[in-house]
T-cell receptor, first 116, second 113 residues
Framework: AQSVTQPDIHITVSEGASLELRCNYSYGATPYLFWYVQSPGQGLQLLLKYFSGDTLVQGIKGFEAEFKRSQSSFNLRKPSVHWSDAAEYFCAVGGAASGGSYIPTFGRGTSLIVHP | EAQVTQNPRYLITVTGKKLTVTCSQNMNHEYMSWYRQDPGLGLRQIYYSMNVEVTDKGDVPEGYKVSRKEKRNFPLILESPSPNQTSLYFC????????????FGNGTRLTVT
C-alpha cells in the first residue's frame, strides 16, 4: 500500500531564512507526487506536482521540490521564507492503491511557523 | 471561476440528527472525494467517486453515506451523527483520481454535541 511520511509536525524558521520540508513516500511504481498548502480557514491549494522528467520541479510562490527516487523523498524547499508562508503543508502521492482502486494518500502535514 | 463549493461552512448539530453537507464543482471533473481533517491525523479519505453512480469507500467510511447522481454534485450524508464525527470536512475534485491535482473546497467545520 502507498504511504506518505512527513517527519516534522512543526517547523519554525525566521523570515528570510531558507526552508526545507521533508516528505518520504512508499509506492511500488513511479509515483505521482504533490505538495499542497493550507492557509488558516482555507482549503488546500496545489503548490507543485511531479509526474516524470526533470526531478527538480518549480511551483507557485517561489517553492520547488526535488524528487529523489533512491531516497524515496520529495522534499519541498524555498530559498527565502516570507511571513505569509506560515501555513500547513501536505505532501501527497497519487496512484493505484491496493485492490486496484485509485486513492490519493496524504501525509499528516507540517505546520510552518515564521518568526519576524 | 473554477471552484469547488461546499455548504455550509459551519454546522453545529446534536447527536442523531441527520445532516447533509453539499459539494458542487463546475469543472466537469469525473473524480470527487470527501476527506476529514483532524489534528495530528492529517487528511483521511471518507468516500470517493470515479464518476456518476460510481462510489467507493475510502479509509474511514463508517457513519457516512454519499451519492453521485449528477457529475457536478457529491453530497456527504451523516444519517445519525455522533460526537466522534466532529471534524473539518473537505470536498475535492480532479480530472481523474491519481495523476491530476485535487481542487479543494473551503471546508465545513462540523460540531456534533
Amino acid at each position: 500500500a502507498q504511504s506518505v511520511t512527513q517527519p516534522d509536525i512543526h517547523i519554525t524558521v525566521s523570515e528570510g531564512a531558507s526552508l526545507e520540508l521533508r516528505c518520504n513516500y512508499s509506492y511500488g511504481a513511479t509515483p505521482y507526487l504533490f505538495w499542497y498548502v493550507q492557509s488558516p480557514g482555507q482549503g488546500l491549494q496545489l503548490l507543485l506536482k511531479y509526474f516524470s522528467g526533470d526531478t527538480l520541479v518549480q511551483g507557485i510562490k517561489g517553492f520547488e521540490a526535488e524528487f529523489k527516487r533512491s531516497q524515496s523523498s520529495f522534499n519541498l524547499r524555498k530559498p527565502s521564507v516570507h511571513w505569509s508562508d506560515a501555513a500547513e503543508y501536505f505532501c501527497a502521492v497519487g496512484g493505484a492503491a491496493s485492490g486496484g482502486s485509485y486513492i490519493p494518500t496524504f501525509g499528516r502535514g507540517t505546520s510552518l511557523i515564521v518568526h519576524p | 471561476e473554477a471552484q469547488v463549493t461546499q455548504n455550509p461552512r459551519y454546522l453545529i448539530t446534536v447527536t442523531g440528527k441527520k445532516l447533509t453537507v453539499t459539494c458542487s464543482q463546475n469543472m466537469n471533473h469525473e473524480y470527487m472525494s470527501w476527506y476529514r481533517q483532524d489534528p495530528g491525523l492529517g487528511l483521511r479519505q471518507i468516500y470517493y467517486s470515479m464518476n456518476v453512480e460510481v462510489t467507493d469507500k475510502g479509509d474511514v467510511p463508517e457513519g457516512y453515506k454519499v451519492s453521485r447522481k449528477e457529475k457536478r454534485n457529491f453530497p456527504l450524508i451523516l444519517e445519525s451523527p455522533s460526537p466522534n464525527q466532529t471534524s473539518l470536512y473537505f470536498c475535492a475534485s480532479s480530472e481523474d483520481s491519481y495523476n491530476s491535482p485535487l481542487h479543494f473546497g473551503n471546508g465545513t467545520r462540523l460540531t456534533v454535541t
